[in-house]
């Protein structure tokens, strides 16, 4: 599967590199969630800045930690991975960014 989106992957992260290093004035939060499932959201979706993690997250989810850090001031110009925190692909110690 990472060869059939690998094209967009690398057209996504070109993006976010441009918008973090030339953002100027204009706040940003970036948020990159783990594999999107469509069942109800489950409330233990989580964020952190370890870019090495990696499980899945409903959509809802992905929507309420968007929403949360939109208006929280400890997200400015950070770039988060989105994961629920009890579907993780491997086990993993890693920090929960708080909001």
């Known amino acids: 599967m990472y060869e059939t989106l690998k094209p967009i992957l690398e057209a996504k992260e070109k993006a976010e590199d441009y918008l973090i290093k030339n953002h100027g004035d204009m706040e940003y ?9 469509s069942d109800p959201e489950t409330k233990t979706g989580v964020l952190t800045e ?45 920090e929960v960014s708080a909001l």
């Open 29 to 37: 939060v970036i948020i990159r969630p783990g594999g999107l499932q």
């Open 50 to 94: 370890d870019p090495s993690i990696c499980g899945a997250i409903t959509r809802g989810d992905v929507a309420q930690l968007v929403y949360k850090a939109c208006f929280s001031d400890a997200a400015r110009n950070k770039v988060y991975s989105a994961v629920d925190k009890e579907q993780l692909y491997q086990a993993k110690e890693f």
